[in-house]
Each structure stands twice: as C-alpha cells, then as structure tokens.
C-alpha cells in the first residue's frame, strides 16, 4: 500500500495495529481492514447516521473521520456492543416492535439510541425523535423506532414498561 | 435469506398451533440483523475480487468522439478498463416495450454507449481494479472527447413539434401515447351543474434506498458459469436476463440476494452498470464488486413520477361527480426501463384515477415523453400517488363547489360497499372492496368532528391548521396479465419447496423474496398453521436461484398474497404426505389422523399417536419398516399462480392533518391516519410498520423530495445534503385500522399492503395543506409542497 501509515487503537476492546493510507475512512477502515462490516455506509458525508461508532465513547460519523484521526482512541462498533451486552436491552426492544424493515439503518440506530438512553433519563418521544433526526431510515416509518427506544430506555432506567 | 431458527434460549414458549396466522409476532430474521450479522451485498467480498468504478458523461446529452483509455490502463492496481465497445462483444442489446402497449418505442440499450450519451452521469468508460479506490482513481485519467446535442430537458421542449428527436428515426419523442373513453363523457360536461378543473405537477423523486445498489459478479471461465451475489428483489428475473443476454444456459446462471437494503421498486430494474459488471467478470475472469456510491444512486437509479395532469369533473348538484377528463404527460427520460418498461406507471395513473367512485363517464390521454434525465420507471406504489392526488383534488373541489363536507362528498361518491363485484370505466375488476366502512371508520378514527372545530378556534387565532383525506384502491397480486402477455419474462407464479428434515423440523424454500418487509416471516407463519407445527421449527430459506424454485418473488404487493397462498398450498400438501406415512406406521386412515404442533394426533379426541420427528426417522433411516409401496415423500414442491381476477385490489382511506405556518411557509405534519384493508392480515405488526413505511414515503413525496434539474439537464441536488427526505422529527405518529375484507380467490385471502401507505398519503397531504390555506385563497398544485411554493402560492413573492 503505497504511503500507508501506522496506525494503532483498540477496536471493540482490543488493541489493533494495522498499516493504512492515509485516505482511508474510519468507516473504511473498520468494514475493509477489520471485517466490522456492521458499521454500514449509506451516503459517506454524515447525512445517514448509518456508520455511527463509538469514539472514545461519542457516536461519531466514522465516515466523516480519517482512520488515523482514531490513533490511540478506543472505537466501538455494533458488533463490540453486542459481544458486551451493552446493546441487549435495545436489541430486544427493536425486534419485539420490529423496528427495522432491511436492517440496513439499524446499527447506526442501535449505537445512536444506546448514547442517548445510557444518559441516566428517559427521554420522551420528543427528545428520541430529536436524537436520532440525523439517522435516515428509509423503510420504517421512524415510529416503531422511537416506540423501541422509550421501551429499553425505561427498562434500562429502571421503570416497568407502560 | 436463511432466517434463523427462532429458539428461544430458555424453554420454548408454547404457541398454540394454527394461531400464528393473524398474531403480531415478531420476525426471527430480525434478529441477525439487530446483533450486526447482517450479510448485505456491500459487505460481501470474493477471494480475488475486483472492484469496478465508472468515469460518467458530464453532458446530458451529447456524441463521444474519441475514447482515451491508455493511461488508465496503465495507473496503479488496474486490472482492465472497457468501453462500450468492449462490452458488446459479449452483450445482446434489450429494448424496454412490451408487446400489449400497442405502438410503444424504445431505443435498443447496451451496458456502456458506443457513441452517444443520452443524461448526465450515464456511465461511459468501466475501470476494473484491486480496489474501489484504485479504479477511481484511474477513473480520472480517463480522456473522453464529447461533442454536444441538443437537450430535451422538459416535456414542453421535448413535445414541440419541432423539437429535435432524441432518437434519429423516431418519427417523435413519444414513448407510448395511449388514451380510454367510456360513456357519454360530453353529455355529462355539458349539462352538469358544474365543472370542476386541476392542474397538477408531480415532481421527480427517486427510492434512495439506504444501501445502495450492489452487486458482484463471478463468471467461472472453466465451466462456463456465472454466479451474481445481487441486492435484488427478484433474482429469477435476473437469472433469466443474464442468461439470455451473455449467451450463458440458465442453468449456469445463479442469482443470489442475501440481505438487502431496501428496494421498493428500485432494485428490479437493469441498470447499464449492472449489465457491465457481469461482462467485466467474463473479461477479467475474477470476481468484480460494484456498488453504487451515493452520488452515483442520484443519477442512475431510476426516477419515478414526473407528471403533468390536467384534469376536469362534472359534477351534478348534489356533489355526484357525473364524468372525469384527464390527460397525462410524463417524462422518462432518454428510454424506456428493461424489462418492466417505464409506461407502466402513466399507463396505471389513466387507469386508476377515479377508481374508489361510481362514475358514469371517463376520458384519459397519456402521453409518455422521452428526455435527457436519469430513467424512470416502476416505484414504489406505481402511478397510484397521482391518481390518486389528481382524484381527491377534483373531490375537495367538487365538495367546495356543492358546499359538502369532505366526508360527505365522498360518501355520495364511493362505490357502495353492497355494489360488489362491479368493474370500473378503465376495466379494473373489483372484487369486494369496503371504502364506505372505511370512510366511516377513518371519521372516528381522526375524531373529525373534533379536529374540525379545534380548526376553526385556532383559525380564529392566526394558527393554519387544515384537514385532508384521501380514498384509494391498490394494485396487488398481479396475474401473468401483468407483464406476461407483453412478452417479459416476468413470472406472476411462485413456487415452494417444503420438506420435513430427518430431525423433524422444517424447511421451507419459497421463491417470494425478502428486503426486510417480513416475507420470511409471514411465509413461516403460514406454513406453520397449515402444516400444523410451531412456527419455531420452520426455517424459511429465500433469495436464491440455485436453491428455491423458480417464481415472480417480490414486486407489486405479491409477497403475501401469491407467495403466502403458495405456501399455503404447498404445506396442505405436505401435510397430506406426512399423514400417509403416518397412516401406514399406525396402520389406521389418514383421514382419521391429524398433525397439530408437530404431532400426528387422532383427530376425533387429539390423542398423540406419533411424534413429526418420529415419522421424519422411519421415513428417512427405517423405510424398510414401512408397509410395501409407502410412498414416503417428506418433500413436496409446488407452484401456484394466480388466476380468477386479475388483481386482488387493496382499499384504504388515509387523513392527514398538518399545521402550516404562513410566515416561513413551513408545515408540520400533525398527525397521519390510515384506514386500510388488505384481506386476510397474516401479521399486523408487520402489515401495520409496511404501511407506515409507505405513509413516509408518500409524505417524503409531498414535502421533501425532488429530484431537481438546471436548464441543461444536470440534477443539482444528487447528495443527501441536498436531497431532502423524511427524518424521524418531521415525521409525525401515524394512526393505523384496518378492515378485513379477504379475496375469495385463494384460501389464504390476503391482499398487499406495501404500497397502500404511499399510495394516498401525499394526496391527503395535498389536501390538508390547501385545507389550511383556504381561507387565504391560496392553493397548492404542485409536490413537493416546499416552503417556496407554498409561500408563492400565499402571494408573499
Ligand atoms: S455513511 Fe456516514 S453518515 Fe452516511
Ligand atoms: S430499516 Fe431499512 S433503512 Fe431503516
């Protein structure tokens, strides 16, 4: 690889080090490089939300980041979040309402809506349709998605379900 | 494809057999793809694989003089770069008509030019090479010297009589031009108490499907076989085309679609990119990868609507609309769509306006228009938002002309729910359709009484709130009158294949598709009831020519209605042969026997007699313990197709109810209703997110989306910064009921509902924002309905 640069950080908890062009998108980077190919990529200028990750703990556009920008930086994917559990009260949640129709929006969603319910409050409808207005989902309506995160944000938080 | 086993970790809940059908339950399939083990085309790749990129014509329309392909060849990582040329050494030409659209003309197409480009970003020169990067990077050295022709870049330009031919040799720029008239229509203008007129414009929009288009493609020179991993609704349809025109047997030819991300329409149509990257793999010998990037869907991926109606109804005093008289013109761009065409969706606007109403009289022309944009064709809800906005307008103006509430015109309108069956002036044959209920129930739904005096009291205040509702009927389950008579190769059959395992599970490989509506789910439901196991044990396996039997798969609202009656029938079968073996091992009559969650039972009393799994072992392993002459077959496939009507139409009433602020021209979407009825529900849950999808869809339509062009043919918001589409806060709750009213055509008596939220939704939409604007006298004939317009029509500029 013609001009590639080292690069190092740790990737759903392991530290990983890797050769890369510097042109090379985090999104890139993330679904070539490391076969994370649950990151997705729909519109590569930050309009989709569909390649949100976890920097250092942020949801970040890993399309709009330059996979060195990541150097030394901790990146959680879809597929992190699931192996820790992290994601479990949101998975469920979006499949009982069957918030997704492709799915193809859905890891931008789940790490979008795991930001905002691990806040410490329930956020009302308002506050979850204003969360994720930056992830375009094409098939649903958006209503089962906001119905999904009120659900697992109140079990998360500790409150029964309606 | 290949749901999972849905097995809880715990102890299997228990679900009573034969309920599955008509339960919300959730799809198991969804569950990979919540956990991020989704398999879509764009995550796949190949050993040795290759990626395609393409270098696109900057011109709208213009001849390509002189090809430079040299330091392209030469850059970096390249593995071969082809031209036009180079590609129809191995590729037949296709002609987008059909047989049954009488006069329609289209020019033959090939994967890349060979000395013209016809819209601005047609692809021109393909470059293979290690990675996407690399290929793009060539992609620039690439030198094209182009000479311009002339632009159609309107209807107005490309219908003068003067104008100058897209194609030389056509004696016009008219793809198809067809008209219907039915009953008296003069009389009934003449003496109606009035006559009611519209003029409507329909913007372009396209189906920005999130995962773009994909494909790879490997063609195996040593056997002469090619395999396309393709994000597709309908992989036969693909088979059969790749077959044909690269000169391989069909049955070297193997389509597959994994997951798919999103399609509605977009994903059926061949695409010139499409078409190259399987010659590319023929000439590189290796696998090639192409996915479309965003910029690239803008200005390839079919447009849809595009319309221009005038339109005009008598009306009798008493608000009965008496006659209609519509003429349509639509731009398609340079050609006509393969294999679909790109007539059908004027062709179902004539034909479906006015199709909820009794009318006496009705006159149609369609005039379908070639110029120099992107292709349109077949979206989501084909023709039917314009029919439908163009019919309801006409009704809110018939209802101002007669001073009739919206609900009350209607009424005196819709065809009676007790008229049935009966046959609408364009020819559609209605079954048994239910607008009255639904009018009915849509007024309690909305609290209409309600919304309409909180209305006037903030009207009072300067606050703009407007109320709008719209009826429509829905195309759904296509017969082979659809596309078959006109000579595609389109099947309207579908077939399964179900089988018990040796372990007494099943497996369920049906040729309906899945893009995340839930196919795979309701087929499992299905097959579960009428078999008579737990939905837990079936596996539903889809998407993929090499496996399933060969049928129409998913377009046109078919999944549920033709694929679920082929499962259907295909498990009664099944059943069939599992209580024939069990007969024989328990030496007692089938009839007298019973398969219920997965036991064979007596079936006067239900007492056990004998496991699934247990009939599944001595069949498979111990057939040497059956009577002599058992015929032990655990595996049955069967085709169904549709027949008696032509289409099980879907009915529905939608109301919209918006907030227009008059200073900035902005709306807010208050709320959103539906009413719909899509026969037999095999899962609301399903049925119920498949129609607010649409609603969104529709709405996106009516406010956001517009595929916008400058004077020389270039779309100049072809990003999703500049295109607009519905996010989650502009969307508002959508409100669902259904009626149940199933086609007697097939047992199942399920109907489609994948386009009934788009089918009606910018028309109520439409209707509510000049419901708001009424009493300011302005009014709305064009979507989307953006801030501009809408202050435009208010007289602010
Ligand atoms: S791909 Fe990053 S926001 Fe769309
Ligand atoms: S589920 Fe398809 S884009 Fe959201």
Redesign the interface.
Known sequence: M?GAVPLTLTVNGVETARMV?P?TTLADFL?TDLEL??T??????G??G?CLVLLDGVPVHSCLVFAVQAQGQRVE???GL?ASGA?AP??QA?????A????????GM?VNAHALITKGTVPDREE???A???????????????DAIEAAARKLNGEGAE | MNAPFDRPLGAAPHLQPGVHVGRPLPRPNAKRLVAGRGNYVTDMKLPRMLHAAFVRSPFAHARILRIDVEAARAAPGVALVATGEDLAKLCTPWVGTLDHFKGMKSEPQLPLPLDRVTWSGQAVVAVVAESRAAAEDACELVEIEFEDLPILADLDTALAPDAPRLVEGFADNLCFRSSLESGAVDDLFASAAHVVEADLAFGRHTGVTLEPRALIADYDASVHALTVHHGTQTPFQFQDLYSRHYGIPEGRVRVAAPDVGGSFGVKLHVYHEDMAVIGLSMLARRPVKYVADRLEAFVSDIHARDHRVKAKAAVGADGRILAMAVEDETAIGPFSTYPRTSAVEGNQVIRLIGAPYRLEAYRADLKVVFQNKTQTSQYRAVGHPIACAVTEHLMEKAAAATGLDPFEVRARNLIPDDAYPCQSLTGYKFEQLSHEACLAKLKTLMDYDRLRAEQAELRARGIHRGIGIAAFVEITNPTPAFYGIGGARISAQDGAVIQITPSGEVRCLISVTEQGQGTEAIIGQIVADYLGVSRDIVRVITGDTEVTPHGGATWACRGAGIGGETALQAARKLKANVLNVAAAILQAQPDDLDLVDAEVVDRAGGTARLSLAEVARIAYFRSDTLPPGTDAQLTVAHHFAPSGYPFAFTNGIHGCHVEVDTETGLVKILKHFVVEDCGRIINPLLVEEQVRGGVVQGLGAAFFEECRYDDAGQLVNGSLADYLVPMSCEMPDIVIAHMETPTRDTELGAKGCGEAGTAASSAAALNAVNDALAPLNAELTQIPMTPARILKALGAY
């Open positions: 013609a062009a042109r679904r190919t649950a997705h990529v729909g519109c590569e200028m309009a989709c569909a994917t879809v597929e699931v994601l949101l998975q979006f499949h009982e309402r069957n997704l129709q492709c799915g193809f929006c859905t890891p789940l979850i349709r204003d994720i207005s930056g992830n375009y989902c094409r098939c649903t309506g958006y209503e089962a998605i906001v």
